[in-house]
């Protein structure tokens, strides 16, 4: 059983008067009120329902939120300002069981960061890794057609980007090896590449250098 649905069952069974418990937790609607949510988050002026407990176990966050002297201690609404409604939900969602796609990893990746939700973090690393492996080998198949070429670089940014800012080292590292081997002109003027940190375009940078001097024969 993945762990955090066996603390979401735990969490359940501890509010739960019943010795028998049937539920499915791949399905659990956090859209809903039931006997077991005792926390309403509030985003975008909509209500999430959560087992305050099962927040307490998977993000160290909410632990020192609840645990601690704030007033969200004894507290049964919880506002989250700044927050995207369907990014929480998904977020919430992937902490039971998450079935990642690219578009998840973009919603999600920034709000386990956030909440400090290490197993999350952590498959949203390899996802990232899984994809840009991915890419890598489309780019090489398709490196001839401008259009698609574009598209990969534009996504090899976007998870080089994700990779500095979230400190996955082995995905930056593989982030510049990729992008050494790519035309300057295809990144150069993306928005997203200079969303990248000044050390890691120079690394990226450098790796074009070395890879033009070996094709000179320098």
Not at 25 to 53: R, Y
Not at 69 to 93: A, H, I, N, S
Not at 155 to 164: G, N, P, R, T
Request: glycine share 2%.
């Amino acid at each position: 059983m993945h762990v955090c649905m066996y603390l979401l069952l735990l969490s359940v069974a501890q509010k739960s008067k019943s010795t028998e418990i049937q539920f499915d937790f791949e399905d659990f609607d956090f859209t809903t009120k039931s006997a077991w949510t005792d926390l309403q988050l509030k985003v975008e002026d909509k209500t999430l329902w959560v087992p305050k407990s099962f927040l307490i176990v998977v993000s160290p966050v909410f632990r020192r939120m609840f645990e601690s002297d704030f007033k969200e201690r004894k507290t049964v609404e919880l506002p989250l300002p700044g927050k995207k409604y369907e990014d929480v939900l998904e977020f919430l969602k992937c902490t039971i069981t998450a079935a990642l796609t690219y578009d998840i990893v973009l919603q999600v990746l920034p709000l386990a960061h956030e909440y400090q939700v290490k197993r999350l973090l952590m498959e949203c690393k390899y996802f990232l890794l899984r994809e840009l492996d991915s890419t890598a080998k489309s780019y090489v198949k398709d490196s001839y057609d401008t259009r698609k070429a574009k598209d990969y670089v534009i996504k090899y940014s976007k998870i080089c980007v994700m990779a500095d800012k979230y400190g996955f080292s082995l995905l930056i590292e593989k982030c510049v090896k990729a992008l050494s081997f790519v035309n300057c002109n295809y990144y150069k003027d993306l928005p997203d590449f200079h969303k990248i940190s000044k050390d890691v375009q120079n690394k990226i940078l450098l790796g074009r250098l070395t890879q033009v001097e070996k094709k000179c024969g320098f």
